[in-house]
C-alpha cells in the first residue's frame, strides 16, 4: 500500500521538494533552540512566521501537485490503452 495515496513513482517525482522542507524545518528548530536575536516577541514573530509559513505551504503544495501527478499519469495511460484498442 502507498503512503499518502502516492505511488513509488509519485514520490520520486516530489523529491525535488524534500530538500526545502529539510531547509525551512532546520531553520525553524534552530531558531527555537538558539534565538539569535533573544526573545523579543517582533523577532520571535518573524522568524517563525518567515520560515513555518512556507514550511507549511511547501508542504501542501508537494502533496497536492503529487495527487495531480498521479491523476495525470492515470490519464496519459488510459488515453494510450484507448488508442492501442483503435488500431
Known amino acids: 500500500m502507498s503512503f499518502l495515496k502516492l505511488t513509488d513513482e509519485t514520490w520520486l517525482d516530489l523529491t525535488v521538494n524534500f530538500i526545502p522542507i ?3 524545518a532546520f531553520l525553524d528548530v534552530m531558531f527555537w533552540v538558539y534565538n539569535p536575536w ?3 516577541l517582533w523577532f520571535v514573530f518573524w522568524m517563525h512566521v518567515l520560515t513555518f509559513i512556507p514550511l507549511v505551504l511547501l508542504t501542501i503544495l508537494t502533496y497536492v501537485s503529487g495527487r495531480i501527478i498521479q491523476r495525470d499519469e492515470r490519464r496519459a495511460e488510459s488515453v494510450t490503452e484507448a488508442d492501442a484498442e483503435k488500431s
Request: no cysteine; hydrophobic share 50%; glycine share 34%.
Open 38 to 40: 533573544g526573545w523579543d
Open 22 to 24: 529539510g531547509i525551512l
